[in-house]
């Protein structure tokens, strides 16, 4: 397994939760990582993306609540999530591939998915 995440968890709306992911191997030099969601019934969704060189992105539901972060000594990468809603719930998955964020960083075309870890706003 490359990427393993942890945190997540159950949280009123308004409340705050962080997930992490750790990659074992870091198979990029050149890398972007990802956080997706999947809400059931619904489509996997791109939530931030960081790069190698720091470069980030958000989709427009998270942006202005989550921090996409990374930690390169320890290969994890971080999501802060504040002021949750319901609508917030899905399993969060991390992803990472070669490249920098760019136009397309929440295509689910990704080199490694985690595993996924449950977060839940009610």
């Known amino acids: 397994v490359q990427l393993v995440e942890s945190g997540g968890g159950s949280v009123q709306a308004g409340g705050s939760l962080s997930v992490s992911c750790t990659d074992s191997?870091?198979?990029?030099?050149?890398?972007?990582m990802a956080w997706f969601r999947q809400a059931p019934g619904k489509e996997r969704e791109g939530v931030a993306a960081i790069d190698s060189r720091g470069g980030t992105a958000y989709a427009d539901s998270a942006t202005g609540r989550f921090t996409i972060s990374q930690d390169n000594a320890k290969n994890t990468l971080y999501l802060q999530m504040n002021s949750l809603k319901p609508e917030d719930t899905a399993v969060y998955y991390c992803?990472?591939?070669?490249?920098?964020?760019?136009?397309?960083?929440?295509?689910?075309?990704?080199?490694?998915w985690g595993q996924g870890t449950q977060v839940t706003v009610s």
């Open positions: 191997r870091r198979t990029y030099s050149t890398y972007c």
């Open positions: 992803a990472t591939k070669p490249g920098l964020v760019g136009a397309s960083w929440y295509a689910t075309d990704v080199g490694y």
